[in-house]
């Protein structure tokens, strides 16, 4: 019996795409790609390369609802073409959950937006409820059934978004960004949903995410794309042989592969790259002088502190609940000092949105003190403390509401009674930093989730307020420009900011941030420097957290201390190779 001839639910023919009808620069070029059933295919690539153009080309998006010039074909199903067919039609064959779930969901609650869609297509009543029970179940959304979903925190929407979309088990399946908004633990477990679904049913995947240390077991191939065409494709090993260049063009390389390649490129007779802590163990262990490497000490602290006595944030028996009754805050007690550098860490639904909105007035305490230098936060108004608290929003669409970019970063400054001049002047300045002076007279509703972030982080920064606090400011980045805001924050908190970073991701978090405040059901879970925090693995499971790849392996081979870094565990590491002449 031969071989089955294989299907391409979704190919891309020489596809090329310029948005704007007279529009030179292509956003992706000549691209030639089939993706066949039941496999995982991640594309990866810096803010820009054209990941998105490719997301919207799959379901019709492009050109029917997205003009601009188009070249190529994009065919559904092995017959129906994006340019013949509206978005209405493909979207019984292509599922696809955008990097902003927000624009999916419109329905009162989780249960109705998951049975929407089959319900649509006239399903039996039993089929749809199972559906709907063994996704609740899978996206850990079922004690919040009956929630409003845009009550939720923004990694619940995510995959309540998700959760819809499976249900009516679409033939291939979109996902821009899926994880980039969910804590470890729920990153995981959408991967491992999506590439179980992907296999058993046969559906054809396209994944596009940055968080490839998470993504790259869970995948068939992987392919790289820069300046809107295709570098490198092939299985994940093959190209991760790369990561060096993966790593410079922005990219979050998983921390153990980049740390082998650096060893390698040192001298160090690495043959294999490993994907996690446990395979760089069986990698590297057999390499390095253990004995040696026990007998270092701890590394000293990370950053300079410039913490001052003066309380800033002062958070006494705070308690927040919603009107639907839930309670989201529990008897919070918290200060924070100026000069500060702090993470809040946590998983979906711990809190840490709820408190930051406590720090600018967006929200008032059911109980207890918020105090910001001395205001009360339940008298002052919104207006009064945005000259002191900065607030970087999730989801930047949230705080985007001009038609220009140049009149968003100016939007505030005007408000504040900032002279015309001077307006002119900072704009330009926090541009050039951002790197977005090409995109001053561009609408902001119409580029990538990640250009818009840095709209929106570049709007706040323009302010120069005393405190800024970045609720998840690296949504849709690749690494680079993640680095680069953090960067940004690092450079204010020289100069005497304050800075809160409410994140998920570990790795910027070690690297940053001197101190670490974790949130679990609405208490403060844990409180302590950065080092310890991520030595502190009780607390870190309770809140679905986990320490970046090189502090387990650290630990795991028995280094006394702790490495926040890759640069921190290579630097250790030089001089430690056993004999030089092994190799594994």
């Given at each position: 019996?031969?071989?089955?001839?294989?299907?391409?639910?979704?190919?891309?023919?020489?596809?090329?795409?310029?948005?704007?009808?007279?529009?030179?620069?292509?956003?992706?070029?000549?691209?030639?790609?089939?993706?066949?059933?039941?496999r995982v295919v991640l594309i990866t690539g810096p803010s820009g390369a054209g990941k998105t153009t490719l997301c919207r080309a799959g379901n019709g998006l492009i050109p029917q609802e997205f003009k601009g010039k188009m070249q190529g074909r994009v065919i559904i199903s092995e017959k129906y073409t994006a340019r013949k067919y509206g978005v209405s039609a493909l979207s019984k064959l292509v599922g696809v959950l955008q990097q902003d779930p927000d624009t999916q969901l419109f329905l009162p609650t989780i249960e109705d937006e998951i049975v929407f869609g089959p319900c649509n297509y006239g399903l039996p009543a039993e089929e749809i409820r199972q559906r709907s029970e063994y996704l609740l179940q899978l996206t850990r959304l079922t004690p919040?059934?009956?929630?409003?979903?845009?009550?939720?925190?923004?990694?619940?929407?995510?995959?309540?978004?998700?959760?819809?979309?499976?249900?009516?088990?679409?033939?291939?399946?979109?996902?821009?960004?899926?994880?980039?908004?969910?804590?470890?633990?729920?990153?995981?477990?959408?991967?491992?949903?999506?590439?179980?679904?992907?296999?058993?049913?046969?559906?054809?995947?396209?994944?596009?995410?940055?968080?490839?240390?998470?993504?790259?077991?869970?995948?068939?191939?992987?392919?790289?794309?820069?300046?809107?065409?295709?570098?490198?494709?092939?299985?994940?090993?093959?190209?991760?042989?790369?990561?060096?260049?993966?790593?410079?063009?922005?990219?979050?390389?998983?921390?153990?592969?980049?740390?082998?390649?650096?060893?390698?490129?040192?001298?160090?007779?690495?043959?294999?790259?490993?994907?996690?802590?446990?395979?760089?163990?069986?990698?590297?262990?057999?390499?390095?002088?253990?004995?040696?490497?026990?007998?270092?000490?701890?590394?000293?602290?990370?950053?300079?502190?410039?913490?001052?006595?003066?309380?800033?944030?002062?958070?006494?028996?705070?308690?927040?609940?919603?009107?639907?009754?839930?309670?989201?805050?529990?008897?919070?007690?918290?200060?924070?000092?100026?000069?500060?550098?702090?993470?809040?860490?946590?998983?979906?639904?711990?809190?840490?949105?709820?408190?930051?909105?406590?720090?600018?007035?967006?929200?008032?305490?059911?109980?207890?003190?918020?105090?910001?230098?001395?205001?009360?936060?339940?008298?002052?108004?919104?207006?009064?403390?945005?000259?002191?608290?900065?607030?970087?929003?999730?989801?930047?669409?949230?705080?985007?509401?001009?038609?220009?970019?140049?009149?968003?970063?100016?939007?505030?400054?005007?408000?504040?009674?900032?002279?015309?001049?001077?307006?002119?002047?900072?704009?330009?300045?926090?541009?050039?930093?951002?790197?977005?002076?090409?995109?001053?007279?561009?609408?902001?509703?119409?580029?990538?989730?990640?250009?818009?972030?840095?709209?929106?982080?570049?709007?706040?920064?323009?302010?120069?307020?005393?405190?800024?606090?970045?609720?998840?400011?690296?949504?849709?980045?690749?690494?680079?420009?993640?680095?680069?805001?953090?960067?940004?924050?690092?450079?204010?908190?020289?100069?005497?900011?304050?800075?809160?970073?409410?994140?998920?991701?570990?790795?910027?978090?070690?690297?940053?941030?001197?101190?670490?405040?974790?949130?679990?059901?609405?208490?403060?879970?844990?409180?302590?420097?950065?080092?310890?925090?991520?030595?502190?693995?009780?607390?870190?499971?309770?809140?679905?957290?986990?320490?970046?790849?090189?502090?387990?392996?650290?630990?795991?081979?028995?280094?006394?201390?702790?490495?926040?870094?890759?640069?921190?565990?290579?630097?250790?590491?030089?001089?430690?190779?056993?004999?030089?002449?092994?190799?594994?």
């Amino acid at each position: 019996m031969g071989e089955e001839t294989p299907t391409y639910p979704l190919q891309y023919e020489r596809f090329s795409f310029a948005y704007g009808q007279d529009a030179q620069t292509k956003a992706v070029e000549n691209i030639d790609l089939k993706l066949p059933a039941g496999r995982v295919v991640l594309i990866t690539g810096p803010s820009g390369a054209g990941k998105t153009t490719l997301c919207r080309a799959g379901n019709g998006l492009i050109p029917q609802e997205f003009k601009g010039k188009m070249q190529g074909r994009v065919i559904i199903s092995e017959k129906y073409t994006a340019r013949k067919y509206g978005v209405s039609a493909l979207s019984k064959l292509v599922g696809v959950l955008q990097q902003d779930p927000d624009t999916q969901l419109f329905l009162p609650t989780i249960e109705d937006e998951i049975v929407f869609g089959p319900c649509n297509y006239g399903l039996p009543a039993e089929e749809i409820r199972q559906r709907s029970e063994y996704l609740l179940q899978l996206t850990r959304l079922t004690p919040h059934r009956k929630k409003n979903p845009h009550n939720l925190s923004g990694g619940q929407k995510q995959v309540c978004a998700l959760a819809a979309i499976l249900a009516f088990q679409p033939e291939t399946l979109i996902l821009d960004e899926p994880t980039s908004n969910i804590d470890p633990q729920g990153s995981e477990i959408v991967l491992e949903l999506i590439a179980k679904q992907a296999r058993e049913e046969g559906r054809t995947t396209l994944l596009i995410e940055h968080k490839l240390e998470e993504a790259v077991h869970m995948v068939d191939e992987m392919i790289l794309l820069d300046q809107g065409k295709i570098l490198y494709r092939g299985p994940v090993r093959e190209v991760l042989e790369h990561v060096e260049y993966i790593d410079s063009v922005g990219l979050n390389a998983p921390q153990v592969t980049l740390l082998a390649a650096r060893l390698r490129s040192a001298g160090w007779q690495v043959k294999r790259l490993p994907l996690d802590s446990e395979e760089a163990v069986e990698v590297l262990g057999p390499l390095i002088d253990r004995e040696k490497l026990q007998q270092q000490s701890e590394l000293p602290p990370r950053h300079k502190s410039r913490k001052t006595e003066e309380v800033v944030i002062d958070i006494r028996g705070l308690k927040h609940t919603y009107k639907d009754g839930t309670i989201a805050l529990h008897n919070i007690d918290l200060r924070i000092q100026r000069g500060e550098f702090v993470a809040i860490l946590g998983q979906n639904g711990s809190g840490k949105t709820t408190l930051v909105k406590h720090l600018n007035g967006l929200l008032k305490p059911t109980e207890g003190l918020v105090t910001i230098v001395g205001q009360d936060t339940r008298k002052a108004s919104v207006n009064t403390l945005a000259r002191t608290v900065g607030l970087i929003f999730q989801n930047p669409d949230n705080q985007i509401c001009k038609m220009k970019v140049y009149d968003e970063i100016a939007f505030g400054l005007k408000n504040i009674g900032v002279p015309k001049e001077q307006i002119s002047e900072r704009v330009r300045q926090v541009a050039e930093e951002l790197e977005i002076v090409h995109l001053l007279d561009k609408n902001p509703f119409t580029l990538s989730m990640g250009e818009k972030q840095r709209i929106a982080v570049a709007a706040v920064l323009a302010m120069q307020p005393d405190i800024l606090i970045l609720d998840e400011p690296t949504t849709g980045q690749d690494f680079k420009r993640a680095k680069e805001i953090m960067d940004m924050a690092v450079r204010l908190h020289e100069a005497g900011k304050t800075i809160l970073v409410i994140t998920h991701d570990m790795n910027l978090a070690a690297e940053y941030c001197e101190r670490v405040v974790v949130l679990a059901g609405g208490k403060v879970l844990l409180d302590s420097p950065t080092r310890e925090a991520f030595q502190n693995d009780a607390a870190l499971r309770e809140s679905s957290l986990r320490p970046p790849q090189v502090t387990l392996l650290g630990r795991a081979l028995g280094y006394p201390g702790t490495w926040l870094t890759v640069n921190e565990a290579f630097t250790t590491l030089q001089g430690m190779q056993r004999g030089g002449e092994q190799s594994a």
